[in-house]
């Protein structure tokens, strides 16, 4: 079955910088497309940061020229680099694909920008 594990969130303070993995197994990796998403508290959860299969990328607005988003093939891995980090982009991020019809989601990390 499809599986998303995602890690590398913690605390940070502003500017700072993460790096997170999804790690994903139960599906051909190298053929879908993946998403980061991140939902903070009160608010609806919002796309950041997506790659397709051939490797182009997309981001939201409010991350581009911060944020990077990577995949490797031979680790089923998709990565999201985090950088100059502010307080707005506390949220729990999780990885997503879109597979036969369904989305599929991992479990979140958290990631707080805080002094």
């Known amino acids: 079955q499809v599986q998303l594990v995602e890690s590398g969130g913690g605390l940070v303070q502003p500017g700072g910088s993460l790096r997170l993995s999804c790690a994903a197994s139960g599906f051909t990796f190298s053929n879908y497309a993946m998403n980061w998403y991140r939902q903070a508290p009160g608010k609806e959860r919002e796309l950041v940061a997506a790659?397709?299969?051939?490797?182009?990328?997309n981001y939201a607005d409010s991350v581009k020229g911060r944020f990077t988003i990577s995949r490797d093939n031979a680790k089923n891995t998709v990565y999201l680099q985090m950088n100059s980090l502010k307080p707005e982009d506390t949220a729990i991020y999780s990885c997503?694909?879109?597979?036969?019809?369904?989305?599929?989601w991992g479990q979140g990390t958290q990631v707080t920008v805080s002094s």
């Open positions: 997503n694909v879109y597979r036969s019809r369904r989305q599929y």
């Open positions: 790659i397709t299969n051939a490797g182009s990328t």
